[in-house]
């Protein structure tokens, strides 16, 4: 991937990003009340900051967002805040984790791919008490893993192909 395509698809990516955390912030705040708005949006931003600044042969944007994730899962549990990651954070994450698989070499991405699966699994326990995990969250976040991990896979092994 050149500069140039690298440069539009983070520029489209972030706009996607501001766009759903406005979105979000919005609705948020309209139906959950308080400040936790704003605990989704940073958790959202922070991720979506480091899978702007993904790379190839890049870790530790992957092992960050997979970190923040996991803290927005715990703190939301802890504080009896809604089910995290947000929408922002599972699309950032995801890009992440289909980067990270697609780039790294053999045994990072397979830890990137475990730890994307962790965070689904965390997401999972904490909806447990509401109608057997189903939310809309749950489900978000393992669609775009499962759609991460499909992606990097193919676009990994395209890459030996050609």
Known sequence: MNTT??????????LVFV???GLTAYLVADSWGGLYW?????AGAVTGLLALLRGPQRTWPVAGGLAVAAVAIVVAGVADLP???GPVTALALAVLVGSGIRTLPGPRAAAVAAGGFA???GTWLTALP??????V???VNTV?????????ISLRTAGRDS
């Open 137 to 139: 969250v749950t489900v």
């Open 119 to 121: 965070v689904v699994v």
């Open 5 to 14: 395509h690298r440069t539009a698809v983070n520029a489209v990516l972030g």
């Open 38 to 42: 704003l605990f989704d949006c940073v």
């Open 19 to 21: 766009t759903v955390l």
């Open 83 to 85: 089910q995290e990651p």
């Open 144 to 152: 775009t893993w499962l759609v991460a991990v499909a992606l990097g």
């Open 130 to 135: 509401d109608a057997a995990g189903f939310t």
